[in-house]
Nanobody, 126 residues
Framework: VQLQASGGGLVQAGGSLRLSCAAS????????MGWFRQTPGKEREFVAT????????FYADSVKGRFTISRDNAKNTVYLQMNSLKPEDTAVYYC????????????????????WGQGTQVTVSS
C-alpha cells in the first residue's frame, strides 16, 4: 500500500484546510486509516482514525469538534477536514494505514500502523 498525502499549506488562525490521502492498491477499503502529526523535536502524535467501513471515528481531545476524518472507499482516499485552526495545529501531517485488514477497534499509536504517506506541512499563522 502506497499513500500520498496532499492539501497542506499556510492558513490564518480560524481558517480551514482539507487534507487528502490517496492510496494505491485494492485493499484500501479493508484497512483502518489514521492521521498523525509531528513537530520538530517532538514525537509523532495521534490526530484521528477511521474504521475501514467509515462508520466509526475517534479523535484526539485536542482536535475534537474541529477536525473531521472521512473516507471514500470508491476513490481510495481518506480526508481530514480541519476547521477553526490554531497555531498549535502547525505540524507535518501524515496519513497511515494498518497492515492487518478487516479489523475492529481503535489504534492510537504510530507503532500500530505499518504504511505511511510522506507527510504534508500545515502552518497556521496567528
Amino acid at each position: 500500500v502506497q499513500l500520498q498525502a496532499s492539501g497542506g499549506g499556510l492558513v490564518q488562525a480560524g481558517g480551514s484546510l482539507r487534507l487528502s490521502c490517496a492510496a494505491s492498491g485494492r485493499t484500501f477499503s479493508s484497512r483502518i486509516m489514521g492521521w498523525f502529526r509531528q513537530t520538530p523535536g517532538k514525537e509523532r502524535e495521534f490526530v484521528a482514525t477511521i474504521s475501514y467501513s467509515g462508520d466509526s471515528t475517534f479523535y484526539a481531545d485536542s482536535v475534537k469538534g474541529r477536525f473531521t476524518i472521512s473516507r471514500d472507499n470508491a476513490k481510495n482516499t481518506v480526508y481530514l477536514q480541519m476547521n477553526s485552526l490554531k497555531p498549535e495545529d502547525t505540524a507535518v501531517y501524515y496519513c497511515a494505514a494498518r497492515m492487518i485488514t478487516y479489523e475492529g477497534g481503535y489504534y492510537l499509536s504510530p507503532v500500530n500502523f505499518g504504511y505511511w504517506g510522506q507527510g504534508t506541512q500545515v502552518t497556521v499563522s496567528s
